[in-house]
């Protein structure tokens, strides 16, 4: 794994020769060693569509591709981060959510509509998150960032989860996510405002919740 996390809000990098890790632009808190990061205009791995994807939503955020060999000290915005681990799998999350990851990952962008039918469409506008998510797959490590700490919440067949849509940070797994009312959920549960919406997801995998309701 080439990420430690260091504290509740920065995150260690190992860069290794050869290898190559892609962050957002401006992450950089520090660093020792023969490091270079340089502008990525491609969109990581998923290529021009993938990029294209983001543009479409609103979702482009810029990264930079960090190659070399020694350390490198990430964090924004004060925000907690943590590591993700995949394990061939894919994670789904939002661009902006995205601290840094392996650059042997596959980057995609996925149309949330294509999950969730006409409510995946109606969740980008509720959220205030894009139509578009980002996708990574393979095996490596990503870092996410959310406010307040992010909990890790399995989903199983038996088991599905229902998230308030301003918590949701990403979720893994082979996971259907569709959007549902419920009248006076959140004047009685949940702590955001406006209509009364959850986000079920069903399936085999785990979600990824942030302790408050606040958007990066």
Known sequence: MPFREINSKVIEAAVLPGQ???????AMLAYK????????????QGGVMSMLGRRVANEATPLMTV?????????HGGHHVQVITLSGDTLYVEADRLLAFDGTLQQGTMFMGAQGGVMGMVRGQVTGQGLFTTTLKGQGSVAVMAHGGIIEVPISPQNPVH???????????????????ALGWRDMVGRGSGEAFQLE???S????VQASEEKL
């Open 20 to 26: 190559r890790l892609y962050s957002q632009r401006g």
């Open 33 to 44: 060693g023969d490091v270079s990061f340089t502008p990525n205009v491609q969109g990581g």
């Open 67 to 75: 190659e070399g060999s020694g350390t490198v000290l990430f964090g």
């Open 163 to 181: 998230v308030d849509p301003q918590a949701y940070v990403a979720h893994h797994g082979d996971v259907r996510n569709k959007l549902s009312t």
């Open 201 to 203: 997801l069903s399936g």
């Open 205 to 208: 995998g785990a979600v990824y």
